[in-house]
C-alpha cells in the first residue's frame, strides 16, 4: 500500500516561514519525481514545485522562485518543502504527490497525499 503523509502546515503571518514535509511508504522512493501542488479555496490545483527521482533537477511556480525549496532525504524516504517569506495567497492545501517523473502535470502523478493547510495571514 503506498501512503504519502504531509505535515507541517499552519498559520503564519506574512513574511514567515514554514517547512512541509511528506513521508512517503509503499514505493521505491528513491526512482519516484515528487511534486508539491496547492489548492484555494473556490480555486483548481495548482503546480508548486517538482524534483526529479536523482534530486538534480527542480521546477518551481515563477511565483514561488526564490522563496520556495523542494529537496529529498532518502534515508528518510521524505521530500520538504521549505518555504519562506510567505504571502497571503500562498494561502491553500498543499498536497505532494509521486509518480514516475517529475512534472508539473498533476495528470502524471500516480499517487497523492491528503493535503496540510497553510494560512498566511497579512
Known amino acids: 500500500q503506498v501512503t504519502l503523509v504531509e505535515s507541517g502546515g499552519g498559520l503564519v503571518q506574512a513574511g514567515g516561514s514554514l517547512r512541509l514535509s511528506c513521508a512517503t511508504s509503499g514505493r521505491t522512493f528513491s526512482r519516484d519525481g515528487m511534486g508539491w501542488f496547492r489548492q484555494a479555496p473556490g480555486k483548481g490545483r495548482e503546480f508548486v514545485a517538482a524534483?526529479?527521482?536523482?534530486?538534480?533537477?527542480?521546477y518551481y511556480l515563477d511565483s514561488v522562485k526564490g522563496r520556495f525549496t523542494i529537496s529529498r532525504d532518502y534515508a528518510k524516504n521524505t521530500v520538504y518543502l521549505q518555504m519562506n517569506s510567505l504571502k497571503p495567497e500562498d494561502t491553500a492545501v498543499y498536497y505532494c504527490?509521486?509518480?514516475?517523473?517529475?512534472?508539473?502535470?498533476?495528470?502524471?502523478?500516480?499517487?497523492w497525499g491528503q493535503g496540510t493547510q497553510v494560512t498566511v495571514s497579512s
Open positions: 504527490a509521486a509518480g514516475s517523473i517529475a512534472t508539473t502535470w498533476a495528470r502524471q502523478y500516480d499517487y
Open positions: 524534483i526529479s527521482w536523482s534530486g538534480g533537477s527542480t
